[in-house]
C-alpha cells in the first residue's frame, strides 16, 4: 500500500476515534491517547502502534512505533521498546510504571519488557492472534513460556477495560495501512 493510502486510513481512524471519545472512561483515556501516538506513527512512516508508560496519574514517556521509515534499527523500532528505552533514559525510578499499549506486545517487546523489569502491567488495547504470545498465546513454539514469566516478575498484563469500537480502532490503525 503507498504511503498516501496509509496516511487516508490513519486519518479516517482518527475522525472515528474523534466521534467515538466522549464519555470515555479513565483507562479509555489512556488507550485514546496511545492510539493517537499510532496514528501520528502511521503519519510519519511507521507502524500503527502506541505505547505510553504512566506512573500513578503521571504520564513518564511515550512512543510509537517508527519500524518503516528505512532506519538501520527499523527492526526494533517498537513503540514498546522505545517506550521502555525512553524511561531507562529518564533514570532509575523506585516505583513500576504501567505501560498501555494500543496492540499486543510481540514477542521481541515481550522478551524486552521481561529484561527491561521496569514497569508493574501491560495494558493492552487490542490483540494480535499472529505474532504476539501473552493473551492471544497462539505461537507456542515461539515462547510457550512467557505468561508464566512474566508472573516470575510479577508483570501482570491484560486487555485494557474499553469499548469494543475503540479495541477495533486500535485493531486496524495496525493493519489496515498493512493492507490486513
Ligand atoms: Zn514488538
Redesign the pocket.
Known sequence: MKPLQQQEIARQIEGQLNALESGFSEEEVMIGKALRIAINAVLEGGHGVGAIIKSGSETLVTAGNTGSNGRPDAFIA?A??SALVKLNEAGLRDDRPKMFTTLE??G??TRAILIANSISEIIVGALEPRSASILSQREPLLEPRFAEMLSDREISFRKAEVRPELRQLCSDIFFRPRGQ
Open positions: 517498537h514498546e521498546i506486545p510481540c521481541m517487546c
